[in-house]
Nanobody, 123 residues
Framework: VQLQASGGGLVQAGGSLRLSCAAS????????MGWFRQAPGKEREFIAT?????????SYADSVKGRFTISRNNVKNTVYLQMNSLKPEDTAGYYC????????????????WGQGTLVTVSS
């Protein structure tokens, strides 16, 4: 199983980025997908999750609600994180993860993790 995250970079505050996570080696549609982030010296933080199959259920951390949107394309085996109105405090490594239905925001329930993509937001 591989999860390949991409789309990170340097952006000014108020800008936008779209992260992608391409999955292979698993039946993608069966898995809940999540995005987490970790800043230097801080613990891993839940960002967003989307349910398996049609992705009809999503959940967000309060810190990103209304600014970030998670979505999935089961044909392309890819999950996305659209990030708008970025703030300097959003600077972190962003990681995608795949887990069984119900994994929600609990990182220890996720089975597979990507390598991360770095997002840097300048003020």
């Amino acid at each position: 199983v591989q999860l390949q995250a991409s789309g990170g970079g340097l952006v000014q505050a108020g800008g936008s980025l779209r992260l992608s996570c391409a999955a292979s080696g698993l039946t993608f549609s069966r898995y809940a997908m999540g995005w987490f982030r970790q800043a230097p010296g801080k613990e891993r933080e839940f960002i967003a999750t989307i349910s398996s199959w049609s992705g009809g259920s999503t959940s967000y951390a309060d810190s990103v609600k209304g600014r970030f949107t998670i979505s999935r394309n089961n044909v392309k085996n890819t999950v996305y994180l659209q990030m708008n109105s970025l703030k300097p405090e959003d600077t972190a490594g962003y990681y995608c993860a795949a887990g069984p239905p119900g994994s929600e925001r609990y990182h220890h329930l996720y089975d597979y993790w990507g390598q991360g993509t770095l997002v840097t937001v300048s003020s």
